[in-house]
């Protein structure tokens, strides 16, 4: 029967590998885990970033509008008249 303890062997080895593969695999995963965490936390902040970027950029937009609408009106109001006179 010695060929039973070397099956027996055999089998213990392999299920030692196996167990530490599971045990190193569970530890990547938690640590591949915790990164996709951080990533998320990281892009809703990026995220609200943009939102708040996205308001500036809308309120500079209307700003700009007018102030160009008040450019336009008082361009307007020179033309046609002599730069000397006044």
């Given amino acids: ?3 039973d303890s070397i099956a027996q ?3 213990a080895a392999l299920t030692r590998r196996f167990e530490e593969s599971a ?4 530890r990547e995963f938690g640590i ?3 990164d996709l ?6 892009v ?7 939102d ?18 008040t450019l336009v009106q008082l361009l307007s ?3 046609g008249k002599n730069p000397d006179s006044d």
């Fill in 1 to 3: 029967m010695p060929e």
């Fill in 77 to 79: 109001n020179l033309v």
């Fill in 9 to 11: 062997s055999e089998i």
């Fill in 23 to 26: 045990t190193k695999a569970d």
């Fill in 32 to 34: 591949v885990k915790s």
């Fill in 52 to 69: 708040g970027l996205g308001e500036k950029l809308d309120t500079f937009i209307t700003e700009q509008r007018a102030a160009n609408a």
């Fill in 44 to 50: 809703g902040n990026l995220d609200q970033k943009v």
């Fill in 37 to 42: 965490t951080a990533v998320r936390l990281q």
